[in-house]
């Protein structure tokens, strides 16, 4: 694909979210409910998305991926979000650990850890966040030292998606010398970290309000010794690399608010048709008739949103910094209000495990905060428009 519309999918990003809707349908929403009271990685999801090549669908033709663009990968993210969002963190993650690789890595490291991803033998895990470096990112204390041709890396990770799970993780550590003396903040530079490499290893799962079905651990690396061709784009530059990366996942986040939003809505519509009070379906009431077209109106612009975001990702336009954090922020609040007003449609019900707007409800919240909190997101808007 080439030319991307601003706003309007082409015929063939619509033959993509059919083909992902009917794997969605039969192979990922049957799980959804077991993986999340389990807590457990959804491996049949997996298995399903790896199958039909939705399991990390933006990899390019020439590392042995799909090569679909920005928007088909919002939508097919989209689509898995819209029955399980702790399965849509398969594709989203993936195309999050690998996007350093695509926008700063050699063509040795590409040719190395693209494919098997590609493949669907391997998964890519961001390793950013820390104990004290969560929206103050530059703060991080994770460090990486020089030993002769390689480096020693030591340090821990918090909040890692699919730690544990994924072969492969793009590790940001503090390099070098602070810049200035009154400052305390050393350079930050990228490096790709096996899971197999001596020194690392993972904490526990963490015990999370939602996307219980996708596991998320800190990552210890205790004397980690890396090879020099580890070391991803120039040394010095990985905060730089960092935030170009997260111009361009944030997509990926409205793609999966815009999706759970989508499930909780037709979940809701479809109950208000059915259950009768006073006589006639609450869908005849003009106040629940109301509120579907607020959650209508609001998921569609959200929609909009999302996608000129992702064709501004597919160009890399100068404004996507703005786009980006704009469509993950008002996704990811209209997700949070449409999910929560479809529990209120459903009155009791809707507070229950038996129905599935509840685990929508729980995750659509972590959408709000991961990648950069929505109070961020503000603030880079504010930031973009202020120069």
């Given at each position: 694909?080439?030319?991307?519309?601003?706003?309007?999918?082409?015929?063939?990003?619509?033959?993509?979210?059919?083909?992902?809707?009917?794997?969605?349908?039969?192979?990922?929403?049957?799980?959804?409910?077991?993986?999340?009271?389990?807590?457990?990685?959804?491996?049949?999801?997996?298995?399903?998305?790896?199958?039909?090549?939705?399991?990390?669908?933006?990899?390019?033709?020439?590392?042995?991926?799909?090569?679909?663009?920005?928007?088909?990968?919002?939508?097919?993210?989209?689509?898995?979000a819209r029955v399980c969002v702790s399965s849509s963190l398969i594709?989203?993650?993936?195309?999050?650990?690998?996007?350093p690789l695509l926008l700063a890595g050699s063509e040795e490291q590409?040719?190395?850890?693209?494919?098997?991803?590609?493949?669907?033998?391997?998964?890519?895990?961001?390793?950013?966040?820390?104990?004290?470096?969560?929206?103050?990112?530059?703060?991080?204390?994770?460090?990486?030292?020089?030993?002769?041709?390689?480096?020693?890396?030591?340090?821990?990770?918090?909040?890692?998606?699919?730690?544990?799970?994924?072969?492969?993780?793009?590790?940001?550590?503090?390099?070098?010398?602070?810049?200035?003396?009154?400052?305390?903040?050393?350079?930050?530079?990228?490096?790709?970290?096996?899971?197999?490499?001596?020194?690392?290893?993972?904490?526990?799962?963490?015990?999370?309000?939602?996307?219980?079905?996708?596991?998320?651990?800190?990552?210890?690396?205790?004397?980690?010794?890396?090879?020099?061709?580890?070391?991803?784009?120039?040394?010095?530059?990985?905060?730089?690399?960092?935030?170009?990366?997260?111009?361009?996942?944030?997509?990926?986040?409205?793609?999966?608010?815009?999706?759970?939003?989508?499930?909780?809505l037709d979940y809701a519509t479809a109950y208000v048709k059915e259950?009768?009070?006073?006589?006639?379906?609450?869908?005849?009431?003009?106040?629940?008739?109301?509120?579907?077209?607020?959650?209508?109106?609001?998921?569609?612009?959200?929609?909009?949103?999302?996608?000129?975001?992702?064709?501004?990702?597919?160009?890399?336009?100068?404004?996507?910094?703005?786009?980006?954090?704009?469509?993950?922020?008002?996704?990811?609040?209209?997700?949070?209000?449409?999910?929560?007003?479809?529990?209120?449609?459903?009155?009791?019900?809707?507070?229950?495990?038996?129905?599935?707007?509840?685990?929508?409800?729980?995750?659509?919240?972590?959408?709000?905060?991961?990648?950069?909190?929505?109070?961020?997101?503000?603030?880079?808007?504010?930031?973009?428009?202020?120069?």
């Amino acid at each position: 694909m080439s030319d991307i519309p601003l706003f309007a999918p082409s015929e063939e990003h619509e033959a993509i979210r059919e083909a992902c809707r009917a794997v969605c349908r039969d192979k990922v929403a049957p799980h959804a409910a077991e993986v999340d009271e389990r807590e457990i990685f959804p491996q049949e999801s997996y298995d399903a998305l790896r199958a039909a090549d939705f399991h990390a669908p933006h990899i390019p033709e020439a590392y042995e991926g799909v090569g679909a663009d920005a928007l088909a990968t919002a939508i097919v993210i989209e689509e898995i979000a819209r029955v399980c969002v702790s399965s849509s963190l398969i594709p989203a993650v993936n195309k999050l650990g690998t996007m350093p690789l695509l926008l700063a890595g050699s063509e040795e490291q590409k040719r190395r850890y693209l494919p098997p991803v590609a493949r669907g033998e391997a998964m890519f895990s961001y390793c950013l966040s820390e104990p004290e470096a969560g929206s103050d990112a530059a703060a991080l204390r994770t460090r990486a030292v020089r030993d002769g041709d390689g480096w020693v890396l030591n340090g821990v990770k918090r909040w890692i998606t699919n730690a544990g799970v994924s072969d492969y993780y793009l590790v940001f550590a503090a390099t070098g010398e602070p810049a200035a003396e009154s400052s305390s903040r050393r350079p930050i530079s990228a490096f790709v970290v096996e899971k197999s490499d001596p020194g690392v290893s993972f904490g526990k799962p963490e015990k999370k309000l939602g996307i219980r079905g996708s596991p998320t651990r800190e990552v210890y690396f205790d004397n980690v010794r890396l090879p020099a061709d580890r070391l991803v784009g120039a040394e010095g530059e990985g905060f730089k690399l960092a935030m170009r990366t997260l111009d361009h996942t944030r997509v990926t986040i409205a793609a999966q608010a815009v999706g759970v939003a989508q499930g909780a809505l037709d979940y809701a519509t479809a109950y208000v048709k059915e259950r009768r009070q006073f006589g006639q379906p609450i869908a005849d009431f003009q106040a629940v008739r109301f509120m579907l077209a607020d959650m209508a109106m609001r998921l569609e612009a959200a929609r909009q949103l999302t996608y000129a975001a992702a064709a501004r990702s597919e160009r890399s336009d100068p404004d996507l910094t703005f786009f980006g954090a704009a469509a993950k922020c008002y996704a990811s609040d209209v997700a949070m209000e449409i999910t929560t007003n479809a529990v209120q449609l459903l009155g009791g019900y809707g507070y229950t495990r038996d129905y599935p707007v509840e685990r929508m409800m729980r995750d659509a919240k972590i959408t709000q905060i991961y990648e950069g909190t929505n109070q961020i997101q503000r603030l880079v808007m504010a930031r973009h428009l202020l120069g």
